[in-house]
């Protein structure tokens, strides 16, 4: 006979509580404690752990549909032995999270194939880990969702919103040259969430050429400083992953 069936005004409180996982562990903490003839104390925290533990998962998978990642790309899943000029050593500090307390920026840079937006979103998935809202978009989606919102007299909100995220990845920057007023949109999020909050970058472009995509040279000048300042910079160098044999189908640009 379950705990539901003997004690159903327990039962009826954990779920008016809300407390979902020591409803769900209830039974089989129930006869681990009188198997193992734990005090009541010992049997409570069991169940306050199995409580937190579920909180956690939920609140896990809550930030990780709002990231909007692009499959399972994790730092243990990246093949390092493909390119082995790749800084792993940075990676790995990266991957720490240490850069999102220090509100640092990211930018990692390389030809097209070479691990960039899969090193982004592995960053990306351990913020989630260490509790961090994370969001993960391209230059062209931003762009688009900036002008939907001025559509629609929320274009503020919208940008105080992004600015508020932890970690803002934004993939393919320069993949497409950014004109009036994407250019504005780009400086004007970038000048709210600098010192104040991270974002990585992902180019095909080196640092040098990210002018060029600037319709506004001194906006592109302006909005460069501050990405490029106290930043992380990883630049990728060697083969694509995508004309490696089939067993590296999963690594991406």
């Known amino acids: 006979?379950?705990?539901?069936?003997?004690?159903?005004?327990?039962?009826?409180?954990?779920?008016?509580?809300?407390?979902?996982?020591?409803?769900?562990?209830?039974?089989?903490?129930?006869?681990?404690?009188?198997?193992?003839?734990?005090?009541?104390?010992?049997?409570?925290?069991?169940?306050?752990?199995?409580?937190?533990?579920?909180?956690?998962?939920?609140?896990?998978?809550?930030?990780?549909?709002?990231?909007?990642?692009?499959?399972?790309?994790?730092?243990?899943?990246?093949?390092?032995?493909?390119?082995?000029?790749?800084?792993?050593?940075?990676?790995?500090?990266?991957?720490?999270?240490?850069?999102?307390?220090?509100?640092?920026?990211?930018?990692?840079?390389?030809?097209?194939?070479?691990?960039?937006?899969?090193?982004?979103?592995?960053?990306?998935?351990?913020?989630?880990?260490?509790?961090?809202?994370?969001?993960?978009?391209?230059?062209?989606?931003?762009?688009e969702e900036l002008q939907a919102a001025k559509a629609i007299n929320s274009y503020r909100k919208k940008i105080i919103a992004l600015a508020k995220i932890p970690l803002l990845i934004i993939d393919d920057f320069g993949l497409k040259p950014l004109g009036s007023p994407q250019d504005e949109d780009l400086h004007e999020l970038i000048a709210e969430r600098y010192e104040q909050s991270s974002t990585i970058i992902t180019s095909n472009l080196a640092l040098n050429e990210w002018g060029q995509i600037f319709n506004n040279q001194l906006l592109g000048v302006a909005t460069i400083d501050r990405l490029q300042h106290n930043s992380y910079q990883l630049v990728l160098k060697g083969k694509s992953f995508r004309s490696a044999p089939c067993n590296n189908k999963n690594q991406t640009k």
């Open 1 to 143: 006979m379950t705990t539901t069936q003997i004690l159903p005004e327990l039962t009826e409180g954990l779920k008016r509580l809300k407390l979902s996982g020591m409803l769900e562990y209830l039974d089989s903490r129930n006869l681990e404690a009188v198997n193992n003839q734990m005090s009541y104390s010992e049997h409570l925290t069991l169940l306050v752990q199995d409580e937190l533990l579920t909180r956690e998962q939920r609140h896990y998978e809550r930030r990780y549909r709002k990231a909007k990642f692009k499959g399972q790309k994790t730092i243990e899943s990246f093949d390092f032995l493909f390119n082995p000029n790749i800084n792993q050593a940075l990676v790995k500090d990266l991957a720490t999270c240490r850069f999102i307390k220090e509100k640092y920026p990211v930018l990692i840079m390389g030809p097209c194939g070479t691990g960039k937006s899969h090193i982004a979103q592995a960053l990306g998935h351990c913020g989630l880990q260490k509790g961090y809202e994370v969001l993960c978009t391209t230059q062209s989606k931003l762009s």
